[in-house]
């Protein structure tokens, strides 16, 4: 019997009382394993070979992981230089514990988004606590890691690890998990006899070359058939973001609504983040800890100074007969501190002034899905960076069931019927509330936007007479209620699910 080499090699590698892996079988021939492969296929088909399958699936650590279990987890990190900075009696400055901890970069924003959920301490307005009764040696992940760092390609019936623990681990990208098909080979009673008889080899030829088309020597050779069921690399291609997903539906549905796109600067003056919205100078949101300022350069040169003086005389004597502003200190130079914009309403304050496009006359209606920045304690729902959903109309006679209506329309293009609204408080709009949406997951309510009218604090000075109503909408979180995301982090950012971005997708 005439049989290609491959084939021939596999048959005398096998065993008819063993099942042998094709791992094993290409390591006896020397041959690639997808070549073996493909042989083990083509034997079958001839009834030489009977072939059975499995899926194993190992576990190992990535490169981060190794360097964790090798030097800590950050929120350990952070918790140890927490007790000796003595916060486990009285809160301690955060900046102080990072330093003492010697964690950088992205390990700060890991340490703190795991410290509170891990019950090490706590952390509020930029102040870190730490749990005396902590036990970090009992960290189930940190164990896991210890575990594991030895180990490459483990199988997971073989780890005693509970299944909570490897699935956050892969979640924080400290662990991946692989699953390969292994195939193993027995030989059949027709193979032993044609073993017995003798095995003859038959030149085959596996690629067509130019070296065969030039020489015509293709004519005469015997090509192996293609194997279609032979096992291929798995290749990831790119994709488009899900948040750019998300962004652009987002622009699509606004603008068959009748809107217009805006755009600015995402470094800007405080004057256009904080105090063309009425809000006063000493607002706690204003402060160093929640807000990112710029060192170089920290002001900016040009404001208009009629609008500077209407803004500060709004807010030092409010404006109509029943105003009377906040009565507390009010400094241009603060009003030109350069930080990165805590929400994208300081584009509205632009474009409603006048000075981004010119005066705009009523009707009109401007939307922006454009990214802001908060010093915010990083959890399931808030990021240091998010997309906000910027959105204004301005009209005559607008009323609070004008705004609703506008959102029940919006949120139902996503598929979303069941909008709640909580009354608020903003310092520049009246009156205001809160949205909320339901999780489709887990059931829970998810604060989704903040909105309100314009109070006319903020208006006039902007040189505005008529009603506008405004909101700012989390783009996230409207990304969760859609995907099903549990966790903002899943989205982007150091901790991004891979594997969930590869394969969510926007429904409406």
Known sequence: MQLPAQQVAVLEAASADDATS???LAA?????????TGAVFELEDEELVAVTERVDETVSLTDEGREYATDGLPEVRLYEAALEAGAGDEPVQMGRVIGASGLEGPQVDIALSNYARKGYGSIDSGEITADPDAEPASDAEANALTELVDADDTPVESVDIDAETLEELERRGLLKRSESTVREVTLTDAAVTELMAGLETAETVGQVTPELLTSGEW???????????????????????????MSERVKDVLVGMGFQEMDGPHVDADFWINDCL????????RTHWDRFALEQPSHIDELPEDLVERVERAHREGVGEDSEGYHSPWDEDFARALALRGHTTSLST????????????PPARFFSVEKAYRNDTLDATHLLEFYQIEGWVMAEDLSVRDLMGTFEEFY???GITDIQFKPHYNPYT????????THPTTGELIEIGNSGIFREEMLEPLGVDCDVMA?????????MLTTGAEDIRDLHGTLADLEFLRNAEVTY
């Open 430 to 437: 009246e009156p205001s509330f809160e949205l909320f949406g």
């Open 219 to 245: 004519e005469d050779v015997e090509f192996a058939e293609y194997n279609v069921e032979a096992d291929a690399e798995t290749v990831e291609g790119g994709n488009v973001h899900i948040l750019r997903q």
């Open 22 to 24: 094709v791992d094993a």
């Open 350 to 361: 632009r474009y409603l002034s006048g000075t981004q496009i010119g005066e705009i006359e």
């Open 28 to 36: 006896a021939t020397d041959l690639p394993p997808e070549t073996v």
């Open 278 to 285: 009425f809000m006063p100078q000493d607002h706690p949101a």
């Open 412 to 414: 139902a293009q996503f």
């Open 471 to 479: 909101w700012g909408l989390a783009l996230e979180r409207l990304a």
